[in-house]
């Protein structure tokens, strides 16, 4: 199963969300393979705290494989990471291997050439027979990396490969007005992918939403202490529900909403129970929204067509 990650803007949460999620579906003992196609910015290295892939490798990573047609290169995080928590997955009961393809140091953005869909689809199929689950992390907006996809994706070789979207963005007007352009928009994924032959309608059922850094008032009792701040922020968050769900955005589109963690503001990275239970500098409510959205990934009835 192919997973795509996406988001109109920068700084949605999109990467260390998936990272989580990742890692939670290698806990429930699925191989898992994470590809930082983040061109511009190939920085999954850190969050999984690899050493020598903070901001990508300095050869064969994804960026030589489409660009200079090297083999594209795989870190398993078990081996190479500093974190306690990946280097114990092996060590785990029924846990599977999580491994990352990241991308080329100071790589950057690169155009599409005529060879690349089906470079990737190649990458995509291979990986597809090793792994149980792909996390496709892409550059945010309208990018190279989502026409790239598109134009995989679309190819026959993939038609029987199970594609699924992702959508990122914050609890704000803002980000709920731009991940539906990115998604509805002219030159959104479903026109786009219109263009390069896929199905809108079908490419449509596989889109769903994540909502990041949403204040939880059941757990953010601390940090919201005056009474007219508690109730500007109830009544707003229903003006927002209103504005996703007249976006077609709503909940039942809706496959995850993280709650805003402090400790993920200041250090993106994989959470662990012991950062919840042991050193309590975690919520568990973030933890937990981990798993659902992870578990998500394979229920087939939240993903039947609407």
């Known amino acids: 199963m192919l997973i795509f990650a996406t988001s109109d803007k920068g700084g949605t949460g999109r990467s260390v969300t998936s990272c989580n999620m990742a890692y939670r579906r290698a806990l429930q003992g699925e191989a898992v393979a994470y590809l930082d ?21 300095d050869a064969s990573g994804l960026h030589s494989y489409f660009t200079k047609h090297t083999e594209a290169q795989q870190l398993d995080t078990a081996l190479h990471s500093d974190s306690d928590t990946l280097r114990d997955l092996p060590r785990i009961s029924g846990a599977s291997r999580l491994v990352l393809l990241p991308g080329d140091k100071d790589g950057g953005e690169f155009s599409i050439s005529a060879d690349m869909p089906a470079r990737c689809a190649q990458l995509f199929l291979k990986l597809d027979r090793e792994f149980d689950l792909c996390i496709v992390d892409l550059s945010a907006g309208r ?18 490969l199970t594609s699924r979207w992702l959508v990122f963005h914050r609890w704000t007007k ?19 992918g219109e263009r390069r032959g896929h199905d809108p309608q079908r490419l449509n059922n596989s889109v769903r939403y994540v909502r990041t850094a949403v204040v939880d008032l059941g757990v953010d009792q601390e940090s919201v202490t005056r009474p007219a701040q508690g109730a500007w922020l109830r009544a707003y968050d229903q003006k927002l529900r209103e504005q996703a769900d007249k976006l077609r955005m709503g909940r039942a589109r809706l496959a995850g909403q993280i709650p805003y963690d402090p400790m993920l503001q200041w250090s993106e990275q ?30 087939e009835r939240f993903w039947e067509g609407l």
Request: net charge negative; aromatic share 6%.
């Open 37 to 57: 196609f983040d061109f511009g910015s190939p920085t999954a290295g850190a969050i999984f705290d690899v050493p020598k892939a903070e901001r990508g490798v």
């Open 143 to 160: 990018s190279y990396a989502v026409d790239l996809v598109l134009e995989a994706t679309a190819r026959p070789e993939l038609a029987a």
């Open 174 to 192: 803002q980000h709920i007005l731009a991940a539906h352009g990115l998604v509805f928009g002219e030159k959104g994924l479903l026109k786009a």
């Open 270 to 299: 994989v959470i662990d129970d012991s950062d919840v239970s042991g050193l309590k500098i975690a919520n568990q409510a973030t933890v937990q929204a981990f798993e659902d959205l992870a578990a998500k990934l394979s229920d």
